[in-house]
């Protein structure tokens, strides 16, 4: 397996796992496995997680955004919570973890793009995401409704007034609040209700949307 080849089979892809390369090349794991292990110390390919690569940069002819990256490192999974809110500016703050959702274990990888963390929800709770471009390409990306419920959701503590007003929620205009309420309901935990009930409360809206 010589490297230029793999460079004309997969340069123009932002990432690929083993299984493609060993597909393309047909060579055997083994072989695949050693030989980009010594690419990779060559600082020809960059590991992203087990079994998973991308080409340096000088090689690639695609670009790599850390947001579409997090897709793709542990499928299926869309960006939530945290980060997602930040990327929405509803949240101030500017969130250095990729933060998504699975109905996966959960997991989270270092690697040169970023910090990626997923949390696990049931399948039921699998819902809620778009295509959203991000720095030049698609993302899978909650809506900002769902955003704000996968937050209440998967942190643990109680939702009270107190602690709405430390997250400092700003442009809350850009949260339906009648789709926020459909979604909560479709999740029906008291716990979420309750927080969108305490959220409404405590943060300004121009429409007050239906009751949940």
């Not at 930040?86 to 500017?94: A, H, K, W």
């Not at 937050?151 to 609040?177: K, N, S």
Request: charged share 25%; glycine share 6%; proline share 7%.
């Amino acid at each position: 397996m010589r490297f230029d080849d793999v460079v004309a089979l997969l340069g123009a892809e932002p990432s690929f796992d083993l299984a493609t390369v060993t597909q393309l090349t047909a060579e055997p794991r083994a072989s695949v496995v050693s030989q980009l292990h010594r690419w990779g110390r060559a600082g020809k390919v960059v590991a992203l997680r087990r079994g998973r690569y991308t080409l340096a940069d000088r090689y690639r002819r695609a670009p790599l955004a850390p947001a579409t990256l997090a897709n793709a490192l542990h499928a299926p999974s869309y960006l939530s919570g945290p980060w997602a809110l930040s990327f929405y500016g509803v949240i101030p703050e500017s969130v250095p973890v990729y933060t998504s959702v699975t109905t996966r274990t959960p997991r989270e990888f270092e690697n040169p793009f970023g910090t990626f963390s997923y949390r696990n929800v049931k399948r039921e709770f699998f819902f809620g995401y778009h295509a959203v471009p991000v720095a030049g390409s698609d993302a899978i990306v909650a809506t900002v409704e769902k955003a704000l419920l996968d937050l209440f959701h998967l942190t643990p503590g109680a939702w009270d007034a107190d602690r709405m007003v430390e997250m400092r929620f700003q442009q809350t205009e850009l949260l339906d609040l009648d789709r926020l309420g459909v979604l909560a309901r479709r999740m029906a935990q008291p716990r979420i209700l309750h927080a969108v009930e305490v959220w409404r409360a405590c943060s300004p809206h121009d429409d007050e949307g239906e009751e949940l």
